[in-house]
């Protein structure tokens, strides 16, 4: 039965696991399949058409897996492949921009949006481009924050250092006036306290591996294609990089103890 | 083009336009047929085989106005008919309890959700089926309130009648030690005031309306049925009571004055 295969999820390294923290939430009982690029990682500042090549591979070795569905968990790979993505395979397709802007949409109360994303991310325009196919009356304002993922990546997110960046980086969009943020990155959440933190009260944080999650959720029900009864799921992680390391870092920030291989992907 | 019909919504009376609104808010460019069936108010204490009829005689008055999707804005009557109507045409049609449900797992942080609805909505026991398809673990504690409904028709939702119910009724479900409370009935979000005043502080409300406009938003966006490009959507409003009441009530809650006619259809 379709519904009782596993969900793949992917990202370039360890931000999309913020995703996967949300689906063992939202969705106990699906089974999941996460591939890590680590090797690669960030993808945030190379040709979109580079991070097209990865994310197609990716996918292919998602899709041997016999995956229902694929989430691409990382918004860099979203704005460079979803919409060739969603054609490659006879599955479901979900990146994480759509339901940012979805959940900004719904959350703003003054209709000014911020987004912080990668280089690729912002260069997309991607959730500009989103929102105001829904509602061109909102108004959104962009910025790309490229050292933000290396923080997180090399578990630095409680430094000093972090803070100063933050605020620094953050400047430009304080004075913009927005009522919500959108954190346009899987790897942001991880930031989250340090960017509440800066942008101060009043402002809602819009993370949008939470709502990615829900939205799969919503997409899976509306297909029939939810694991039912299935108390004891099968969680799966393969890392490009070392898979020791992804699974220190990995059990510490998703409070359980994973089990991880490696792959190897051409270059 | 599909895109460009009108969504139809659907309830027992004035209930369904907090779901109106939400349509307002989260998809600003979409035309909407409603229909009030007024006339019948409240559905809540009657057979679900009556409710499920009258369901039907909207539905397909709305069909014959060529809607792209139902959403059946109404508890009750989502109770009592959603997976019957689901095949009763081509279109999609989406109830209320599910969305609610959804935004409840997503919400609840020690897993304890109490629901509130009519007594064909608890009686169903549909919120806690939901729920617990997707997962099994949480506690859900469901407790009827008849007379909500008349209080928000009436017009009723700031007197001191409105405040001594809600206390009365919703007693059992505050020694529950629920964090997230859904409103499982369309009309209960015109009394959230009193709700959350009763409830107190640490207690997160779901209204059914504001989530099921954003899973609206999911379905005709993953269904590339999105209407983009129209500024300026037509709102159609139709009741089987007395239009001119509908449209001085209706235009007060919408915060804009909205056009009625009148419809009759058979009993």
């Given at each position: 039965m379709s519904s009782k295969r596993p969900i793949g999820l992917l990202d370039s390294g360890f931000g999309g696991l913020t995703v996967v923290s949300e689906v063992f939430r939202q969705l106990p009982q699906e089974d999941i399949v996460y591939v890590g690029d680590n090797l690669r990682c960030p993808y945030g500042s190379r040709e979109p058409q580079e991070v097209k090549r990865y994310l197609f591979q990716i996918m292919d070795f998602l899709a041997e897996q016999d995956v229902k569905m694929i989430i691409i968990a990382?918004?860099?790979?979203?704005?460079?492949?979803?919409?060739?993505?969603k054609s490659r395979y006879n599955i479901p397709v979900l990146g994480v921009i759509t339901p940012g802007s979805r959940a900004a949409i719904f959350a703003t109360q003054r209709g000014r949006i911020g987004v912080i994303g990668t280089e690729v991310t912002i260069r997309s325009d991607s959730y500009?481009?989103?929102i105001?196919?829904?509602?061109?009356q909102l108004h959104v304002v962009n910025r790309s924050c490229p050292p933000f993922v290396q923080l997180v990546?090399?578990?630095?997110?409680?430094?000093?250092?972090?803070r100063l960046l933050v605020r620094d980086y953050l400047a430009p969009i304080r004075e913009e006036q927005i009522d919500t943020l959108i954190l346009g990155c899987t790897h942001y959440p991880l930031l989250?306290?340090?960017?509440?933190?800066?942008?101060?009260?009043?402002?809602?944080?819009?993370?949008s591996a939470e709502e990615t999650?829900?939205?799969?959720?919503?997409?899976?029900?509306v297909k029939q294609m939810l694991n039912e009864q299935n108390p004891h799921p099968s969680h799966r992680f393969y890392t490009t990089g070392n898979p020791d390391y992804f699974c220190e870092v990995g059990s510490r920030w998703l409070k359980r103890s994973i089990e991880v291989a490696g792959i190897k992907l051409d270059d």
């Open positions: 990382c918004n860099t790979a979203t704005a460079a492949g979803l919409e060739a993505a500009r481009r989103e105001h196919r829904i509602n061109p990546e090399e578990d630095r997110t409680d430094s000093a250092e972090a989250a306290p340090v960017i509440g933190e800066v942008m101060g009260e009043g402002i809602t944080l819009i993370s999650a829900r939205e799969a959720s919503a997409i899976l029900q």
